[in-house]
């Protein structure tokens, strides 16, 4: 028997990287698990680690900084698998090219960053809150990041959007404690996905994926434990925040950062974590 057998689980960004790690977890503790993305591709790979893993997932086309869009994961979700129990809002994007201060940084880009990085967290939890209400409570954990409490040059609209999943996560928490719904969040450091990587690659101008991954690796020395974090480090936070044994936490954040949060200056290397 899984710690999640039955629970329905819907985690945003779930095609990849931290997304995908926790998927595969989910879906190794019994859960059932739709995972919303873009990226066709790579969900289809991350479907099959998830059946390997002993349960059977589904992936869902969906753009969630669009409403109709969170509309269809929540209704699809529920229809699949009788209901909500635990959402992942984890996708986040912070192009490669768009490091810039608020003067470089376009409208377009703004208003894209904080819809995927934020705006979804809205969305998904306006629609997937009623469907908890039905199991009689559930548990939203957002993907914010060090970022939401300290910050590095160029990144105003990643900055912005991470500091309101926070601000975001304490006040849903009020809304709907009464209801046995928990809100929560998670503040990675730098985690070795794709979106670091290109980071990797733009600093290096480099597609040479060993240069590249030895240049991620130098971005765990920042770190006080000395390496980068992994999408299996952050899936372990995921499921715990997600279980019974963090019943009495909601409201709050969990720092999986390798203990950047713990020295001052720390904005170095990468910067970037999701």
């Known amino acids: 028997m899984g710690e999640f057998d039955g629970k329905s689980v819907i985690i945003t960004g779930g095609a990849l990287g931290m997304g995908g790690d926790t998927a595969v977890e989910f879906a190794r503790a019994g859960a059932n698990v739709m995972i919303a993305d873009i990226n066709e591709i790579a969900a289809a790979s991350t479907l099959e680690r998830m059946a390997a893993a002993g349960t059977e997932g589904l992936f869902i086309h969906a753009d969630v900084s669009q409403d109709a869009a969170c509309q269809r994961v929540v209704r699809e979700a529920a229809g699949a698998f009788g209901g909500v129990d635990v959402l992942f809002n984890n996708v986040g994007i912070q192009p490669a090219d768009s490091y810039a201060n608020v003067e470089g940084t376009s409208e377009e880009l703004w208003d894209r960053i904080i819809g995927v990085n934020l705006k979804s967290r809205f969305l998904m939890a306006k ?25 590095m040059p160029g990144v105003p609209a990643y900055a912005a959007s991470k500091g309101g999943d926070l601000s975001l996560t304490r006040q849903m928490s009020l809304d709907y404690a009464a209801e046995n719904i928990r809100v929560v969040a998670i503040c990675p450091g730098t985690i070795d996905t794709e979106m670091v990587r290109a980071v990797a690659r733009e600093e290096l101008g480099s597609h ?9 690796a130098e971005y765990g020395k920042d770190h006080p434990l000395g390496r980068v974090g992994t999408g299996l480090d952050i899936a372990n936070a995921v499921m715990f925040l997600a279980s019974d044994r963090a019943s009495f936490m909601t409201g709050t954040f969990l720092n999986v950062d390798g203990g950047y949060m713990a020295q001052g200056s720390w904005a170095k290397g990468a910067g970037a974590e999701a």
Request: no cysteine; hydrophobic share 30%.
């Open 127 to 151: 629609y997937s809150i009623p469907e908890m209400r039905k199991r009689g409570g559930g548990v939203i954990i957002n993907n914010a990041s060090v970022q939401g409490q300290q910050s």
């Open 208 to 216: 040479d994926e060993d240069e590249v991954a030895a240049r991620v």
